[in-house]
């Protein structure tokens, strides 16, 4: 099977001799002779079309998805159910191929989603106004604090190491290159160490970060951290959150954050082994001009027709790099109508419904492996639909056991926090059924 090249032998005999060159190798005489190779590259020779789709293929499948495997692994990606609507709408060609709307006379429809999506976003979280998405929620917290940073002329972060490790990473990132300090909280029992935090706020606190539910999977006492934070002037409350948690949870909207930050790969995008993802942030109208990115607002045209445009365009690329709120280039526009999409076809009772029966299950799952005898809780707080456990047995030799059983295990603590040896975080969400926990439960009690 030949390859495919579009040029032919006249093609490109007529484009030498446009340019007065004989060959294609006279394109290349300016390079000395002593600096060429002159010999064949040490590769294999090539392979047609046809031999390069069955090397693929068989390299593909040595990848196991959780079509293949029992998904009981979450730490910040989720295995959660997609409806069918999503991939449907997602999938028409004037969606996947759109770019940033620059124009928006020419791009109302998909202003109008990125609207929607704000709206949801705003409504989910409690909070005023939502911008048009970021990367990821590592990206949502460096651009939370350098909202914060801006707003309150205070360059000190003060973190709970019970947000996302992989987040945190990402902060450090943004704040070394900023100029700010980020001082980290120590866990007490699985939650934020609210003496600690108390302890390490103070006149250059800009802001304080935590995660509802936690790293963990555990339930922090928000109102508490809410009133220690906003003690100090100006101080503002950032809260990370699991956008399906809040089908039950309080908004931190509610709970009096000041910034929410999310990962929004739960509602409606797969897992695709890491990403694509999708980051959202909101904030309180009063801040919403520091907000990054642009925000999509609802207008009427020429002749009183509801219309959308482009808002408190704040990026870099749309005004002078050095008043920008921030350069995010991309608003992340297909994971964005799929988030949308989805959270309009589970509405406020699917989305409750997904949240009930992750945290029942979850429940379930964590009495079982304690009623074995074998394994017990690493912590003792409320959690959603992760929890921690622990035993005498590694967690290496445990996901290895798992896996042969074709069971994805949980996440090793020991990766993020070494004091939590044979720690293991495991995550049960809606797709998850009692015989396949069941399973899991057995084969955990026959480790030996």
Do not use: W
């Amino acid at each position: 099977m030949y390859p495919y090249i579009p040029n032919t032998s006249d093609d490109e005999k007529k484009m030498l001799d446009a340019i007065g060159a004989k060959s294609i190798e006279d394109l290349f005489n300016d390079i000395p002779d002593d600096v060429k190779l002159n010999r064949p590259l040490n590769l294999e020779s090539s392979k047609s079309e046809l031999e390069v789709r069955n090397i693929l293929t068989k390299l593909s499948k040595e990848n196991k998805t959780v079509n293949d495997l029992t998904c009981f692994l979450g730490a910040g990606a989720y295995d959660h159910y997609i409806p069918s609507v999503v991939n449907h709408v997602i999938s028409r060609s004037e969606f996947y191929t759109s770019y940033t709307p620059y124009q928006a006379e020419i791009s109302q429809g998909t202003l109008q989603y990125i609207f929607e999506y704000q709206t949801l976003i705003a409504n989910l979280t409690g909070m005023d106004v939502s911008n048009a998405s970021l990367y990821d929620v590592g990206s949502g917290l460096g651009e939370a604090a350098i909202m914060a940073t801006s707003i309150t002329r205070k360059n000190e972060i003060v973190v709970s190491k019970t947000v996302n490790p992989d987040a945190r990473r990402v902060l450090k990132t943004y704040a070394h290159v900023q100029g700010m300090k980020v001082i980290e909280i120590d866990d007490l029992d699985g939650a934020t160490n609210l003496e600690e935090l108390e302890k390490n706020i103070g006149e250059n606190t800009a802001a304080v970060m935590v995660q509802n539910p936690n790293f963990f999977g555990i339930i922090e006492d928000v109102k508490a951290i809410e009133e220690i934070t906003h003690k100090q002037k100006k101080a503002m409350l950032v809260v990370s959150v699991d956008p399906i948690s809040l089908g039950i949870l309080k908004s931190p909207g509610e709970l009096g954050a000041d910034i929410v930050v999310g990962e929004g790969q739960s509602l409606g995008i797969p897992l695709s082994f890491g990403g694509p993802y999708l980051g959202f942030i909101a904030t309180t109208q009063k801040h919403m001009r520091k907000l990054s990115g642009r925000i999509v607002g609802e207008s009427v045209d020429a002749d009183g027709n509801r219309a959308f445009v482009l808002t408190l365009q704040a990026r870099e690329q749309h005004i002078r790099r050095e008043k920008a709120s921030s350069n995010i280039c991309s608003n992340q526009g297909l994971n964005t109508l799929a988030s949308a999409v989805y959270m309009v076809a589970m509405g406020k009772k699917g989305l409750k419904e997904v949240a009930v029966q992750s945290t029942a299950k979850a429940h379930y799952a964590y009495k079982s492996m304690i009623n074995t005898g074998k394994y017990k809780p690493l912590f003792d707080k409320p959690f959603f639909k992760e929890f921690a456990i622990t035993s005498e047995i590694p967690g290496e030799k445990v996901n290895e056991t798992l896996l042969k059983e074709d069971i994805l295990g949980g996440f090793l603590l020991n990766k993020y926090y070494p004091q939590y040896e044979n720690g293991i975080l495991y995550c049960v969400t809606e797709k998850r059924t009692k015989g396949e926990i069941d399973k899991l439960v057995n084969v955990l009690e026959g480790i030996k």
